[in-house]
């Protein structure tokens, strides 16, 4: 019986160059629900187009705020992220209660919240925002994409989650391999103690 093949150690050059989950990928996903959504307005599908238009922006400011804060290595532990996202929940449902196509906007949700849960709480988000979706589309009986709605808002999140705790591993991979590295020319030229010249004898 053959055995398995052994797994190749990645080298110190292969970990360096490791794509790193730049935050700029995601904001381009913010035009993709926004533009359907804006020519519902443009087109009278909103009584209140400029009070539409003002809250679209707000959750375009929110999600890309949301994204970028969440991603850079000094705004990640700080509360900062988690109010952007926290304020993006109640500005997502009232879209998407009010404008026909607005469900196009849970995805977008789904990775802010997943790009700022602690912890075990990714399991809210990828569980929760789908329902939040699929409440939302019940009540406007928009019954031709419930199952879509959710669906999508899931492999988003799911995606994100993914590509995100892999970059953090990577990162995590890279800090400990440099201390190591550190540590070893340490061990190799140890720094001897300097002798102290011009004593008086």
Known sequence: MAEPPRRRRLTDEEIARAPRFSPYLLLPWVLLALVPLVSDV???????????????????????????????????????????????????????????????????????????????????????????????????????????GPLGCFLAAALVLALFRLSMVTEQLKEARRAHAERHAEHRHPVEPRSDEGKDA
């Open 42 to 148: 443009i087109h009278g599908r909103y009584p209140r187009p400029t009070l539409a238009m003002l809250v679209l922006g707000i959750f375009a400011v929110l999600y890309c705020g949301t994204v970028l804060t969440a991603l850079r290595p000094r705004l990640h532990h700080t509360r900062l992220p988690m109010v952007l996202a926290a304020l993006l929940v109640p500005v997502t449902a009232l879209l998407a209660g009010a404008l026909p196509h607005a469900f196009l906007l849970y995805p977008l949700l789904a990775v802010a919240l997943a790009l700022v849960a602690p912890g075990r709480w990714y399991l809210m988000v990828l569980l929760g925002v789908p329902a939040l979706s699929g409440l939302t589309l019940w009540m406007r009986s928009q019954y031709d994409v419930i199952v879509y």
